[in-house]
């Protein structure tokens, strides 16, 4: 008796889970096929500028600067990855698809702490389209704070 009590709970709460797990509005379909749509084409991806300069900053303040970037190709753009050449330079970007003829934004936060003197880092974008790698360049000067 208590096995098949056993087995019939089991059925039970599998059943549940996989009910629970069906999307009744299907709209989530409809959306893997607009982003399936969105990516077709040739995406390219056009930087407003591929470095900048902070200037001189005391160690320790972390500053951030916003890259743009526009999709000029005739499909989907998306950026899989953004690595920079050191911890203390920390990219943030959208990862959903950018549709033809619009802008996007990747910021940049660089963190002076234990840093000093002229610092020279890279950002490493890839992405599904034109370039398929572009670098991105952010130069510093880090002082100490006694001499501010």
């Not at 990855?81 to 003829?101: F, H, R, V």
């Not at 572009?134 to 002082?143: F, G, Q």
Request: aromatic share 8%.
């Amino acid at each position: 008796m208590r096995r098949s009590f056993t087995i019939l709970f089991s059925f039970l709460v599998t059943l549940l889970i996989s009910v629970s797990c069906v999307d009744k509005n299907n709209n989530s379909s409809d959306n893997q096929f607009a982003v399936i749509d969105s990516l077709t084409g040739n995406p390219k991806i056009v930087f407003n500028k591929d470095s900048h300069d902070f200037g001189t900053i005391v160690q320790g303040e972390m500053v951030s600067y916003t890259f743009l970037y526009q999709n000029e190709g005739d499909g989907g753009l998306v950026l899989t990855s953004a690595s920079s050449s050191c911890g203390c330079t920390i990219p943030n970007y959208s990862k959903k698809p950018l549709l033809p003829g619009k802008e996007g934004k990747l910021e940049v936060v660089f963190d002076s702490k234990g840093k000093m003197g002229t610092q020279n880092k890279t950002i490493a974008i890839r992405t599904n389209g034109v370039p398929a790698r572009k670098i991105l360049n952010i130069h510093v000067v880090v002082v100490s704070p006694s001499m501010n």
